[in-house]
């Protein structure tokens, strides 16, 4: 029951900067509430499946590959091309801060001298954002990878 | 159906005009080249074909032998899905042959990016970065601080963008204004955990949508294109930290590195 609040507060929380970057991208008026939907959606499951102990990159790629088989149902359905909801609908789980930290990482090392540390900090936040971002893109990809193989999808 | 040499150079030219108009607002590659070819083919063409480079787009019709050829160059026009929307519905149409080629012509002439009211973006935005925060653990008073840190970081973006800055110095100096309101919380430890602020307000400028791109560019082949974005993206990425970089060393704050 309390695992149950904290999902649908997650799900709330992650609605909100679905749309705020939809409206960003300029993702039309009557699309919005997909992106709020998929949003909440995509990053309550991982944030469940990471409650359940599974790794950050794993469930970043359950998650993003159910928002591109939902987003292809929807992309059917209304006639749309699918990176308008899908891309807004990940950007709750795009890895930023840990991109910023490595770079900042990298400046430190030049400005600070070589410590043992900061690399450290480097490495793994740079591997993190290169594998969550991975599992984001190929998830998302998965459907016109494995199904449509090159046919257009609308 | 027989095409004369004017028709095919006036279908050539609708149809780079199509992927012109997707490739200038962020499709994907493979999006650009399947609606160029859906357009060409559905007004008479035999074949389409193109190469879709980071900046441009080459394009050459043929017909019985007969080829045209022309290119165009794609500067960015920023992130725009309901015009990525709008011509493939334009496809779609043609496809059914609802519409003939002087109307797809004038129809994707008339087409204009629809911008959302620029304050209700702000807020949005403002919000959004403040959700992030929340992800990161923060409480209420990091919430707001955040709030007005991505908020006024947004404006700056907006006024710049508008101007047509050079988008590197754009982040640079909006992940300098983020920080800078940010480490404000952080000196008077507004909250629990200021630092979260600082993480926070900067995520407004995450370059996500080319990341994503790039990656499902490489995906599908397109990897010229997706080597290019995955360059415009780190390079964005480098941008914002030497902005954030920057404002931390100003202001004394820290947070980054210290777990």
């Given at each position: 029951?309390?695992?149950?609040?904290?999902?649908?507060?997650?799900?709330?929380?992650?609605?909100?900067?679905?749309?705020g970057f939809a409206m960003v991208f300029n993702?039309?008026?009557?699309?919005?509430?997909?992106?709020?939907?998929?949003?909440?959606?995509?990053?309550?499951?991982?944030?469940?499946?990471?409650?359940?102990?599974?790794?950050?990159?794993?469930?970043?790629?359950?998650?993003?590959?159910?928002?591109?088989?939902?987003?292809?149902?929807?992309?059917?359905?209304?006639?749309?091309?699918?990176?308008?909801?899908?891309?807004?609908?990940?950007?709750?789980?795009?890895?930023?801060?840990?991109?910023?930290?490595?770079?900042?990482?990298?400046?430190?090392?030049?400005?600070?001298?070589?410590?043992?540390?900061?690399?450290?900090?480097?490495?793994?936040?740079?591997?993190?954002?290169?594998?969550?971002?991975?599992?984001?893109?190929?998830?998302?990809?998965?459907?016109?990878?494995?199904?449509?193989?090159?046919?257009?999808?609308? | 159906?027989?095409?004369?040499?004017?028709?095919?150079?006036?279908?050539?030219?609708?149809?780079?005009?199509?992927?012109?108009?997707?490739?200038?607002?962020?499709?994907?590659?493979?999006l650009v080249e399947q609606t160029t070819q859906?357009?060409?083919?559905?007004?008479?063409?035999?074949?389409?074909?193109l190469s879709v480079s980071s900046d441009a787009?080459?394009?050459?019709?043929?017909?019985?032998?007969?080829?045209?050829?022309?290119?165009?160059?794609?500067?960015?026009?920023?992130?725009?899905?309901?015009?990525?929307?709008?011509?493939?519905?334009?496809?779609?149409?043609?496809?059914?042959?609802?519409?003939?080629?002087?109307?797809?012509?004038?129809?994707?002439?008339?087409?204009?990016?629809?911008?959302?009211?620029?304050?209700?973006?702000?807020?949005?935005?403002?919000?959004?970065?403040?959700?992030?925060?929340?992800?990161?653990?923060?409480?209420?008073?990091?919430?707001?601080?955040?709030?007005?840190?991505?908020?006024?970081?947004?404006?700056?973006?907006?006024?710049?963008?508008?101007?047509?800055?050079?988008?590197?110095?754009?982040?640079?100096?909006?992940?300098?204004?983020?920080?800078?309101?940010?480490?404000?919380?952080?000196?008077?430890?507004?909250?629990?955990?200021?630092?979260?602020?600082?993480?926070?307000?900067?995520?407004?400028?995450?370059?996500?949508?080319?990341?994503?791109?790039?990656?499902?560019?490489?995906?599908?082949?397109?990897?010229?294109?997706?080597?290019?974005?995955?360059?415009?993206?780190?390079?964005?990425?480098?941008?914002?930290?030497?902005?954030?970089?920057?404002?931390?060393?100003?202001?004394?704050?820290?947070?980054?590195?210290?777990?």
């Amino acid at each position: 029951m309390e695992l149950l609040t904290l999902i649908i507060i997650d799900a709330l929380f992650a609605a909100v900067p679905a749309v705020g970057f939809a409206m960003v991208f300029n993702v039309p008026k009557k699309m919005l509430i997909y992106c709020a939907i998929g949003g909440a959606l995509a990053h309550s499951l991982r944030f469940l499946l990471m409650n359940f102990d599974v790794q950050i990159e794993w469930a970043t790629l359950i998650a993003s590959s159910s928002m591109g088989f939902l987003g292809l149902y929807w992309s059917r359905k209304r006639l749309i091309p699918r990176p308008v909801f899908t891309v807004a609908s990940v950007i709750p789980m795009i890895p930023g801060s840990f991109a910023f930290t490595t770079v900042i990482g990298l400046v430190e090392l030049n400005s600070a001298g070589y410590s043992i540390e900061i690399m450290q900090i480097v490495t793994e936040n740079g591997l993190k954002t290169l594998f969550i971002l991975g599992a984001l893109s190929f998830g998302l990809a998965l459907p016109s990878i494995l199904i449509y193989r090159g046919r257009p999808i609308v | 159906m027989k095409l004369t040499h004017e028709a095919q150079t006036e279908l050539t030219r609708i149809a780079v005009k199509a992927g012109q108009i997707l490739h200038q607002h962020g499709a994907e590659s493979r999006l650009v080249e399947q609606t160029t070819q859906r357009i060409g083919v559905a007004l008479g063409a035999q074949s389409i074909e193109l190469s879709v480079s980071s900046d441009a787009i080459v394009i050459t019709s043929l017909f019985e032998g007969n080829c045209v050829t022309t290119t165009r160059r794609c500067y960015d026009r920023g992130i725009n899905m309901q015009m990525v929307c709008d011509v493939l519905r334009i496809c779609v149409m043609l496809e059914k042959q609802l519409l003939d080629a002087a109307q797809v012509k004038e129809r994707l002439a008339r087409l204009k990016p629809y911008k959302y009211n620029r304050w209700l973006v702000v807020v949005m935005i403002g919000f959004s970065c403040a959700s992030f925060s929340h992800f990161f653990g923060g409480d209420w008073p990091v919430y707001i601080t955040t709030f007005f840190a991505s908020a006024g970081a947004m404006i700056l973006r907006q006024e710049l963008a508008h101007r047509h800055h050079n988008p590197f110095v754009n982040f640079a100096l909006s992940a300098f204004v983020a920080t800078s309101i940010a480490s404000i919380g952080v000196i008077y430890q507004f909250g629990d955990k200021p630092q979260i602020a600082l993480a926070a307000s900067v995520l407004l400028l995450v370059p996500g949508f080319p990341l994503i791109n790039a990656v499902s560019d490489i995906l599908k082949g397109h990897i010229s294109t997706g080597i290019a974005r995955w360059v415009f993206a780190t390079m964005l990425t480098i941008s914002v930290s030497i902005g954030i970089v920057t404002s931390m060393t100003l202001t004394g704050v820290s947070g980054w590195l210290s777990p």
